[in-house]
């Protein structure tokens, strides 16, 4: 998603190592219970539009979800340096050096300010986990392609909505407390910003760009979600068959 997660300098610069791109295929599938359940609520979702004009090519839009207070969180700056803490902790065991330029970038800049400001642009929030969820799986979508477009205000909105209808169906956020919500919120959208990045780096290279589309398949696969059997409308997501 150019222009939406791209501007994070650090993954940037991450993207230039193999251990960079070690660390981002370790960490870019979400860790949270379930996620295999979410993918099969989110493709029934989307069969269900299709099947309700009989048309593939245009499915009626998704039912708007209202603000939930399951997925709504309040974001702590205390839960947010322990977050931070984490994902540096967790990049040191591949590469100490580049750890350490995370550190130094979260410490002098406000890295989740400038994309809450960003995702804002196309109507997402980064205290909604359906939101950054919706963010994930645009831009895991975008990188099977070969891609890393910033979706319209539309799409965005519609893939919130199949997220959050799914996410409430299968319960997997049932009575999650801020703390959770938030950790897993963050996690992804670092997650999305790392993939974006390493998308931009292959670009000029079609056979480590081949490879990153097919490492995004699987992580799709391990989720529950078909990547590569998604098309991605104004209405959201819809299956290829």
């Keep these: 998603m150019r222009h939406l997660v791209f501007m994070l300098a650090i993954v940037v610069g991450l993207a230039g190592t193999a251990a960079a791109q070690d660390m981002a295929w370790s960490t870019i599938i979400p860790s949270v219970a379930g996620t295999d359940v979410l993918g099969l609520h989110l493709r029934e ?24 207070a399951d997925l709504r969180f309040t974001p702590s700056k205390e839960r947010r340096a322990a977050n931070i803490s984490a994902f540096v902790a967790q990049s040191r065991r591949l590469n100490q050096q580049e750890a350490d330029r995370l550190a130094a970038l ?38 099977v392609r070969g891609r890393n477009d910033t979706p319209s205000r539309m799409m965005a909105m519609a893939v919130k909505a199949q997220i959050a209808q799914a996410i409430s169906s299968s319960g997997t956020l049932r009575g999650a407390n801020d703390a959770v919500k938030q950790e897993l919120a963050e996690s992804l959208l670092l997650k999305a910003a790392l993939i974006d990045a390493i998308v931009e780096k292959a670009k000029s290279n079609p056979e480590q760009l081949k490879t990153v589309q097919a490492a995004m398949i699987r992580a799709g696969q391990g989720m529950g979600f078909d990547l590569a059997g998604m098309n991605l409308t104004d209405h959201g997501f819809i299956p290829l068959h």
């Excluded at 539009?49 to 979800?65: D, I, K, L, R, V």
């Excluded at 989740?112 to 919706?134: K, N, P």
């Design 45 to 68: 979702l989307m069969q269900r539009s299709q099947q309700a004009t009989g048309n593939a090519q245009h499915p009626t839009e998704p039912s708007a979800a209202p603000v939930s």
């Design 106 to 143: 979260f410490a002098s800049t406000d890295v989740f300010g400038q994309m809450e400001a960003t995702l804002a642009g196309v109507g997402l929030r980064i205290d909604d986990v359906s939101d950054v969820y919706a963010l994930w799986c645009i831009t895991a979508w975008s990188a």
